[in-house]
């Protein structure tokens, strides 16, 4: 299994309630690379919801938000030539973001998947599929830019 973009972030960066391994209250996704696409699984846990088996839209904005840092990280160093692991990976803030809810999301295991749109030195914009049992629930576009990281 490829490395996870989050995996490489130093200490400093590692934070984060979306994508931080070091915060043991935050999501702490995982975006892999796949072929040319980005994946990130996520499970909810049942106070994520919105109503009745479905999960809370602010979730889904969130998760849809994180995955798009780790995918512009990705899709930079793919664009630069470099692996992920060397150090040290560039890191994404977002700049904007857009979220479509096309139907009800079950409190399910979610699947999201990006794709890189545009990849310019400091800019990347990424959109998002978020699928739950193979449906897409809602999708994203986010504008990233890096971030300095002295």
Not at 78 to 89: F, L, Q, R, V, Y
Not at 124 to 137: K, Q
């Amino acid at each position: 299994m490829p490395i996870a973009i989050q995996d490489t972030y130093p200490e400093p960066a590692a934070h984060c309630y979306g994508c931080g391994r070091l915060n043991e209250f935050g999501y702490q996704i995982k975006t892999r690379a796949d072929r040319d696409v980005t994946v990130t699984e996520f499970v909810p846990a049942s106070y994520h919801t919105a109503f009745i088996d479905s999960t809370y839209g602010g979730l889904i904005a969130s998760i849809i938000d994180c995955h798009s840092t780790g995918s512009a990280a990705i899709f930079a160093m793919h664009a630069d030539g470099e692996e992920i692991g060397s150090d040290p990976s560039p890191r994404f803030v977002t700049a904007h973001l857009e979220v479509d809810y096309l139907a009800p999301t079950p409190l399910l295991p979610m699947r999201l998947v990006g794709s890189a749109l545009e990849i310019k030195e400091r800019k990347v914009i990424v959109g998002t599929e978020l699928l739950v049992e193979g449906e897409v629930t809602a999708k994203g576009s986010a504008v990233l830019v890096r971030i300095d990281q002295d």
